[in-house]
């Protein structure tokens, strides 16, 4: 069984783009964004895929998968890659960071280059301490 199956990933997602102060996006306003784009889908039926109630085969179709990361402004291979997949740590890695700069209360951050790993722990660190 995996450790991050498609409704982890999806609330980690709900979980991470939103401001300190803002509650997370409603399944209602990503539903409303997936029926915007030509999806036949229902509330109801996005919440048991997040659930983790097995989707039907609309809701984990590429398209709509994309669309969902697409709403986040975030890459689709969080949501499509194997968990033992180099992209998804790396992915994941930059979720959990970005995590940790909302809880620590900052509003805006530029990176200069390509950040690694250890950079971003680094910084984690930093913020913890």
Known sequence: MSNFPMSRRI???FDTFHL????????ETL???LVE??????V???EQLRSGVAGTPEMTSA???ADIAGFFRFSTDYLTASEDDQRFKDLQEQLDT???FRQQGV???RFRGQPSSSDRAALIRALRA
């Open 31 to 33: 539903v409303s964004y």
């Open 107 to 109: 509003k805006r951050l």
């Open 37 to 42: 784009r030509g999806h036949n889908i229902s």
């Open 20 to 27: 300190v102060d803002e509650a997370e996006k409603s399944n």
């Open 63 to 65: 398209a709509v998968v």
């Open 44 to 46: 109801e039926a996005f």
């Open 98 to 100: 970005l995590r940790v």
């Open 11 to 13: 609330d980690a997602l």
